[in-house]
Structures are given as structure tokens and as C-alpha cells.
């Protein structure tokens, strides 16, 4: 496989661009390796400057799931582009966007349009505190919640004390209010909500995490936070960036029958054009600019081009077919990976919902973000760059999801077994 264009390309890149990339995992860094330059992608088929495919299971991190260039949406893009670009002015499509929200996902009578999932995470939390009066975020390890300062906040010392910057450039003041626990730990959870009993503003959670690697929470845990929230009247924020329109029509929320205060998406809901939502009841949503004391803004926020591709594509979607063949076709691929591994008795599992999956080197099914940490990292980076040199694009680390599209065909899943099976054997010769 030629790679001397992206090589070159790369390389300039990296001279006008921080680390060559506009988003850190795209450097390919985790897997010690250098990305590809896309020229362009049809389906579920991404093709670089070197004339190379690639089957991709990223999808632009789950946007694309009608595959890439779907032509319904490029033709929606053509028409109503003609009409402008944007206008800093109401647009019809708002409208239309906010009510499709408001009728499919029940927890939420209100929503606002934002740009990026970063934007609705911000906004929520922001939002969340203005609403109860209090401060204190509470977070999981592992999850992402975009790259607002206030999440950027890993674990302290003890398990449930304040926690300490995850990144450079995050002050003390802004991860002081922000205490990370461990997903899944019922223990943690109940002991921070008696130790900061009426200081906690919001809870907030990705209720199957997809940003380390896919790990789904147990029921009961995300009850139990449904719960505490309630007693404590703190907010219960779910994070369904990726989630949201992804694992299944209405979002992970359904799988769990929870409804969280606020909901916050982005990826699928755009369309494949930038963009992100908040939402919840009007009581709490009320209380935003310029009904509200609390401020939220943004020059392309309902952005014309966006709404009406977002929009398109959640219409595509919402058909009763849609996601019951999607699942299905993803739910067959883990059990056909699954079976593989097992034949050869070799330490792997794969789990998937809707069209969102994860592929693990372990032995057991993760729970949190330490089974991952402590998964075969090595042997995942083999398995990408074997995949990869193969025509197959994974994401390149071990710590994000595998995204199904519209468009994967049963070739494209095919050749992902064969060559997962030549994986295995060259790895346990
Ligand atoms: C991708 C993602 C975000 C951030 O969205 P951006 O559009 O990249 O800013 C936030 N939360 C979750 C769960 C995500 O997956």
C-alpha cells in the first residue's frame, strides 16, 4: 500500500498545523503510526491521496450513518444552498429541527442548536448550575464530554475527593468543581452524594460510553443516578453526542428507559455538517438568554445548511426498518468476530448497540475504563495496522468505538473476518 502522498502531505502539514492534525486522535499517534490523507469518500469506503481504500468503520466518529456522500443528502445540501449560507437570522429549518427533537425524544420540550458537541456539553453544564444554584459537576472516568475546561478533569488522589487538570492550560479554579468517579461504581456515586449533599449541580454521564472504547453502563448503576439526582435535586445530564440517533432511534436513554434533566447531541444529528443540540424540559430550558438569566449564544448556531442536512437524515432514519437492519447487521458482525476469536480460544470479545460497537483484547467483557487500560494494547495496535495495511480502517486506538453505517455491505464485513482470522493465526503461531 503506496502512502508517499499522505507521507508528504503530513509532513507539511505538521509544519502550519499543531502535530499535523485538527483533532488529536487523528495523528494516529496512539497506534505510533501516521495518518492517511483523505481525497474523498462514497459509502462506507474512505479513499486517500494515494489511491488507497479503505472499508471505514469511523464514519467521521459516528456522524456518517448513512455512509459517506449519501446522495439524498447531498442533494438536500445542493438545493438549499442556493437559498444562502447563513444568515445570523430565524430560519424555517429551526423550527422544523426543534419540533422532529421535541416529538421523538420525550424527555425534551425544548431544545437549543449549537455547533459542536463540545458547544451542547458546555452549555448544559452551564445550564445546570444557573438552574439548581449549585456547583459541582459530577463525572465518570473515561467518559468525554468535548473540551470544556470544566471536564477536562481526571480522578484525585482519593476516590472521591476534587478532582486535578487532565490537560495543560486548565486552571485549578476551573477543575475545582468537577469530581470524576469511576463508571459503574455504585459505592463512589452514593458517598460523594452524602459527603456534597446540596452542592451538586448535575451528573454527567455518556449512558453507554463510546470515548473509551464502547462500554455500556449497568442498569442498575444509571438507576441508582437517576435516583440520587432526584433526591438531591441535582440534574441528571446525559451526554449522547455519539449515542444520540445511534444506538437506537431515540437514543440510549430508550435502551435504559432513564430520562435524564438535559440531553446533549451532535455527530448523527448534523448530518455530517457541523453541529450540536441541548435539550430538556421548558422549565429548565426557559431559563436561557433571552427568556433567562443564563447565557448561551452562538453566530452559527441553526445554521441553515445544517439543519436541513441534520434534519434529512434523522427523517431517513426515523423509517421503522432502519435501525432494526442496522442493528442486526452490527450485532452479526461482533457475533461472527466473537466466534472467530473463540475457535481459536484466543482473548477477544466485541459488543455492539445499534450502529455503534466495540472490540476488545481481553479476556472479559470491560466495565470501566481501567479493563481497557489494562487490555492488550499492544496486540489491539497490531490488529489496526494489519487491518489497515488491508484495506480496513479502525479507529486508531483502543479506547474509541467502531461505528456501523447504512452502507457497509456484506463484502465489506467479509473481508473483515477473513483477515481478523489471518490476524489470530499469525499472532498465535
Ligand atoms: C464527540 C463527543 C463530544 C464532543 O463533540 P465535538 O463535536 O467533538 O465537540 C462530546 N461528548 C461525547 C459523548 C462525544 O462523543
Redesign the pocket.
Known sequence: MKSIKSKSIFNKTKKVIPGGVN?PVRSFAAVSSTPFIVKKSKGSLITDVDNNSYVDFIGS?GAMILGHSDRRILKKLNSVSRNGLTYGAPNEAETEMAEFIVKHISSIEKVRMVS??????MSAARLARGYTKKDIIIKFNG?????GDAFLVEAGSGATTFGKPSSSGVTKGSSKDTISLMYNDKNQIKKIFSKYKNKIACVII?PIA??MNFVRADKSFLSLVRKLCTQNNSLLIF????TGFRVNFKGAQHCYNIKPDLT?F??VIGGGL?V?AFGGKSKIMNMLAPEGPIYQAGTLSGNPLAMHCGLETLKIISKKTFFKKLSSKTKSFVDNLNNIAKKYNYAFHADSEGGMFGLYFTHDMPKNIQDIKNSNLEEFNKFFIHMLKNGVFFAPSAYEAGFMSESHTEQNLKKVYKLFEKFILNSTL
Open positions: 483533532s466518529w459542536s458537541g463540545t458547544e451542547a456539553t467518559c468525554y464530554h468535548g473540551h455518556e463510546g470515548n451526554d449522547e453526542v455519539m446533549t451532535g455527530k457541523p450540536g
